[in-house]
C-alpha cells in the first residue's frame, strides 16, 4: 500500500473511520501530524515513516559501530521509530506528569494515535499576552517533581514488550557539538574548517564534558520548552503542564532539560526570569533531597548551556543548508546570545579561547550572507 492507503487502514482499525483530518504544520523533524475530528471527538495522529530516517542506536552498539551507523545512532535519537516516544510516555504518566495517552498503535508501520492536548502551547499563549511567569513556574515545577525519580534502565513499550534506556554520554554530546564546525562555520566562513582548528575544537570540549558528574541520572527529554508544553487548564498542580516531543529521551544530568527551558532556541527568556526559574528549581529540589548539591547543578548547568547551544547553532544551520528550512536562522543572533553568556563561565574558559579565535564577532548570529 501507498503511505496514504496505510494510514486509512490505521485510522479504520483505530476505530476512527470517517474522521475528519486536519494536518499540522510541520516541524524540524521527519514526523507528520495529523488531527482527527469525529462526533465532537478529537485525536492527534503521528505518522513516522520507517524509512525517513538512519537507524536509531542499537542498544549494545560500540562508540565505532555508532561511528560507521550515523548521526542518529552517535546522538542517540529515536530515528524512525515511534516506540520510543510511545514508552516515555508511558512512564511519564505514571509519574503523575501530563503526556499523551497512546490510543492505539502500529510500531511497525510507524503510526501512533494519541490524545489531542488542543492548541494552548505555552508559547502561543505567552506571545498572545498571557503572563510568562506563571507558565514557568508549571514548567519548572513538574520538571523538578519529576527529578525525584532516578532514570530506569529500561521503558516498558504498550503492547510491545520495553527499550533500554539510554545514557547521554560523550560519544552523543560530541557528535551533537560537531555540528557548529560541519555545517555553521562553513556556511559563515565559505570554507571548510580547518583540521588542526577542529581538533582543538574536539579537544576543548572532551576536557570540559571530562568535568561533568551526574550523581543520580535522571531522564532527560531533551526538548522541554515553551513550544513543546500545552496548557491544560482543567488539570491540576505539575498535570497542567501537558508534554510533547519527547522520543529522543535519554539517562543524564537534571540540568539538560532546565537549560532546554530557560535558554529557549526559538523564544527569549530574560536573564531575570530564567534565573528566577533557576532559583525556583533548587530551592524544590533541596526541599525533596537534602543531598542535593547545588554548586555541582549549577556547573553542569552552565556546561549543558554550552554543548545545547553549540549544537542548535549546528543544528539551524543544517537545516537550511541541507534540508531547504531558511527560517531556523532567524533564531541564530538569540543562540549566540546564549553562548556568550554560557562561555562566560570559568570553568570552559579553554573553550571560550577556542570560540574566541575561530568564530568571527561578525559571524555571530548570521550565516555570513
Not at 15 to 40: C, F, K, M, Q
Not at 190 to 196: E, L, M, N, Q, R
Not at 212 to 225: C, F, I, N, Q, S
Not at 264 to 278: F, H, K, P, Q, S
Amino acid at each position: 500500500m501507498s503511505r496514504p492507503e496505510q494510514l486509512q487502514a490505521f485510522i479504520k482499525t483505530a476505530g476512527w473511520s470517517g474522521a475528519e483530518l486536519h494536518p499540522l504544520a510541520g516541524d524540524a523533524s521527519t514526523r507528520r501530524y495529523v488531527r482527527l475530528a469525529r462526533r465532537g471527538h478529537t485525536a492527534m495522529l503521528m505518522d513516522q515513516p520507517r524509512g525517513a530516517e538512519s537507524a536509531a542506536c542499537p542498544p549494545g552498539a560500540s562508540d565505532d559501530e555508532r561511528r560507521k551507523l550515523g548521526y542518529n545512532a552517535m546522538a542517540r535519537l529515536a530515528g524512525p521509530d515511534c516506540r520510543p516516544f510511545a514508552a516515555v510516555s508511558s512512564f511519564l504518566r505514571k509519574q503523575g506528569l501530563s503526556a499523551p495517552e497512546i490510543l492505539a498503535h502500529d510500531y511497525d508501520a510507524g503510526f501512533l494515535l494519541i490524545e489531542d492536548f488542543g492548541d494552548g502551547r505555552f508559547a502561543d499563549l505567552m506571545t498572545g499576552g498571557k503572563p510568562e511567569r506563571p507558565f514557568y513556574e508549571v514548567a519548572i515545577d513538574a520538571l523538578a517533581d519529576f527529578h525525584r525519580v532516578a532514570a530506569p534502565q529500561s521503558l516498558m513499550v504498550p503492547g510491545a514488550g520495553e527499550i533500554n534506556l539510554l545514557g547521554y554520554d560523550p560519544v552523543a554530546m560530541e557528535a551533537e557539538v560537531l555540528l557548529l564546525p560541519e555545517w555553521f562555520y562553513p556556511a559563515a566562513s565559505g570554507t571548510k574548517i580547518a583540521d588542526a582548528a577542529r581538533e582543538e575544537f574536539v579537544a576543548a570540549w572532551r576536557q570540559a564534558l571530562g568535568q561533568l558528574r551526574t550523581a543520580v541520572p535522571v531522564v532527560v527529554l531533551r526538548d522541554y520548552h515553551a513550544e513543546n508544553l500545552m496548557w491544560l487548564g482543567n488539570r491540576a498542580g505539575v498535570a497542567r503542564a501537558g508534554l510533547l516531543d519527547f522520543q529522543d529521551a535519554l539517562a543524564g544530568s537534571p540540568a539538560y532539560d532546565l537549560i532546554s527551558l530557560t535558554e529557549d532556541a526559538r523564544r527569549e527568556v530574560g536573564v531575570d526570569l530564567a534565573n528566577a526559574m533557576t532559583a525556583r528549581y533548587v530551592d524544590l529540589r533541596k526541599r525533596a533531597d537534602a543531598s542535593f548539591d547545588e554548586d555541582a547543578f549549577r556547573f553542569a548547568a552552565a556546561l549543558l548551556a554550552a554543548q545545547r547551544n553549540t549544537k542548535i547553532v549546528g543544528i539551524f544551520s543544517r537545516l537550511w543548508k541541507r534540508d531547504g528550512k531558511p527560517r531556523y536562522t532567524q533564531y541564530l543572533p538569540r543562540m549566540w546570545g546564549y553562548l556568550d553568556r554560557d562561555l562566560a563561565h570559568p570553568a570552559l574558559a579553554t573553550l571560550k579561547a577556542w570560540f574566541d579565535r575561530h568564530i568571527s564577532p561578525d559571524w555571530r548570529g548570521t550565516l555570513g550572507n
